[in-house]
């Protein structure tokens, strides 16, 4: 599916198929367009790295974008997985376990994607700190934006790892969330 795809999904509010796991993605993936863009632009300035560490971090940049699209559609995708384990039948006690369980596994799904895309912010992130000062200050309005949408994309991100928890059975699985939601806010 195409990046569009999913925006036109995002911003229609009669869509319920993706949501904020899917914004937060797009939101990094522009933060990182943003932050390669500011990077490739201050090749040749002498502004403190030399242009084959500009063009390291705007190549690195550039696959980040690529992947956060792909966490996208990797998070409606998961939140498909909750729809179907929701549909499931719950007449019996039998199928109530199976449904508790296909809910868990597909919760789990559904945070490890946004926790993915988490990660892949927290680049984004490094790499803003990395240009700090050493970027073409021309383009300070492109690199503050990027910044913010960084921000707001592991913001949203961790907000539907947290989303996802009270799903999750499997405490082994739902303390590794938890904890890795939690190191990642102390960035925010």
Known sequence: ?????IFGKVTDSGDATVGGGAASAIAGAMAAGLVSMVSLLSRGRELGLDDAAYVGFAEELKAISEEFRAGAYADEVAFLGIKAALALPKATDEEKSTR????????????????ENAGRTVRVLEI???????????????MECGRMLARSALSGCLLNVEANLPMIKDPGAKERLEKASEELKRLL
Request: aromatic share 2%.
């Open 1 to 5: 599916m195409r990046i569009e795809e």
């Open 128 to 142: 803003v700190a990395a240009l700090e000062g050493k970027y073409n200050t021309s383009a300070a309005s492109d």
């Open 100 to 115: 508790r369980g296909a809910l868990s596994a597909a919760a789990i799904t559904a945070a490890d994607v946004p926790l």
